[in-house]
């Protein structure tokens, strides 16, 4: 299994996610990362009750440090209030913001076409890296020629 550092699948809530899609939001927040590249591809896996692939974005940046400076350097385009953005880093010592362009929304993949990717395909808790084979497969689901 050949892994791809700079192909990734994200979960995002539904409103989160159409924030991203109508480019109202460009930053995600998130509590905790692994290491990303710059450059990365974000294949965004919109949870329950979607539960699809819907689109793919460009991480040109990562915003890192303590909750107040994430916000203060990424709020106005984080698309959540700033007692959102309290309540879900609450007990957090580090924020990370990541920086989106290149937003494309395409055919929704459901389920059972991710299961053709991967057998045991679960939506991931924070992110994970997708195969060559799988970054390809999901390019073809959702941008048919």
Same mark, same amino acid.
């Given at each position: ?7 990734i699948?994200i979960?995002i809530?539904?409103?989160?996610a ?6 109202s ?16 591809? !974000?294949?965004?896996?919109v949870? $329950?009750?979607?539960?699809? +692939?819907?689109? %793919? =974005? ?7 440090g303590?909750?107040?400076?994430v ?6 385009r984080a ?9 879900y880093l ?6 990370y913001? !990541?920086?989106?362009q290149?937003? $494309?929304v395409?055919?929704? +993949?459901?389920? %059972? =076409? ?6 045991n ?8 890296r997708l ?5 390809k497969g ?5 941008f048919?020629?």
């Amino acid at each position: 299994m050949t892994l791809v550092d700079d192909e990734i699948l994200i979960s995002i809530r539904p409103s989160f996610a159409g924030a991203i899609f109508s480019g109202s939001k460009t930053v995600e927040i998130r509590r905790k990362i692994p290491a990303i590249q710059l450059g990365a591809r !974000l294949w965004i896996y919109v949870t $329950k009750p979607v539960g699809e +692939v819907r689109g %793919v =974005a460009r991480i040109i940046d990562i915003v890192e440090g303590d909750p107040d400076a994430v916000w203060h350097a990424c709020g106005s385009r984080a698309g959540l209030a700033r007692s959102d953005f309290n309540d879900y880093l609450r007990g957090s010592a580090k924020a990370y913001g !990541l920086v989106l362009q290149e937003v $494309k929304v395409g055919r929704p +993949v459901s389920m %059972v =076409a991710l299961k053709t990717l991967r057998a045991n395909f679960h939506p991931p808790q924070v992110i994970t890296r997708l195969t060559v084979a799988e970054s390809k497969g999901l390019q073809r689901f959702l941008f048919p020629a």
